[in-house]
């Protein structure tokens, strides 16, 4: 799963990713050193329960992928099975083959 992750991060504008637990622990990193990935993990995880069960209530089915955009750059998080796939990147990147590179990653890592 390590090497998912890597794969991810190597994508142009992509700052580090992460998988968390549903309960917002780390479970793979690869941001970059300095970064709060204790912070990132649970609020990640906070935002993708809440996602999944908001779109549960309004009978949306199931959280699958997420993209939120913000002053300093965007976060995407995925269903990968076994907790969250999160991509942090810079603003300036392209957001398709992000979210094409992510699919096909939570469904690797849904696979182990």
Do not use: Q
């Amino acid at each position: 799963m390590r090497a998912i992750l890597a794969e991810l991060s190597k994508l142009s504008g992509v700052i580090g990713t992460m998988l968390v637990s549903t309960d917002g622990m780390v479970i793979l990193t690869d941001l970059p050193e300095g970064s709060e990935h204790d912070r990132v993990a649970a609020m990640a995880a906070l935002i993708g329960r809440t996602t999944d069960s908001s779109l549960d209530k309004i009978k949306r089915g199931h959280l699958t992928h997420a993209m939120f955009d913000a002053d300093g750059g965007k976060m995407f998080l995925s269903d990968a099975g076994k907790g969250f796939l999160v991509v942090l990147t810079r603003d300036d990147i392209n957001v398709g083959l992000i979210r094409l590179e992510m699919k096909a990653a939570a469904e690797r890592i849904r696979s182990y």
